[in-house]
């Protein structure tokens, strides 16, 4: 593993723990793990800006402005996620 790749490895574990530790505080009903939580938002979350419409989760973008994070990360997280199914 190259040293960027190590690096992202590191700051993907630290902000999953960041966000099953922010998420204990307001669950969303569908389990406490961040693959839960990812899941959650990006496909159930019922408040986003299509809500009127019915429209269930959120975009890329709002939930990486949601988490004050880079889309590019949000990408990192996904990444890391689907390596872990």
Same mark, same amino acid.
């Given at each position: 593993?190259?040293?960027?790749?190590?690096?992202?490895?590191?700051?993907? /574990?630290?902000?999953?723990? +960041?966000?099953? =530790?922010?998420? +204990?505080?307001?669950?969303?009903?569908?389990?406490? !793990?961040?693959? /839960?939580?990812?899941?959650? +938002?990006?496909?159930?979350?019922? &408040?986003?800006?299509?809500? +009127? !419409?019915? /429209?269930?989760?959120?975009?890329?973008? /709002?939930?990486? =402005?949601?988490?004050?994070?880079?889309?590019?990360?949000?990408? &990192?997280?996904?990444?890391?996620?689907?390596?872990?199914?």
């Amino acid at each position: 593993m190259c040293l960027r790749n190590h690096h992202i490895a590191i700051k993907v /574990e630290q902000f999953r723990k +960041e966000i099953e =530790k922010k998420y +204990e505080k307001t669950p969303t009903g569908c389990g406490g !793990s961040f693959g /839960e939580i990812l899941c959650f +938002e990006i496909h159930s979350q019922p &408040d986003n800006p299509r809500k +009127e !419409s019915g /429209e269930l989760g959120l975009t890329f973008r /709002e939930l990486a =402005k949601k988490w004050n994070i880079p889309v590019s990360f949000l990408g &990192d997280l996904i990444v890391d996620h689907c390596y872990k199914l």
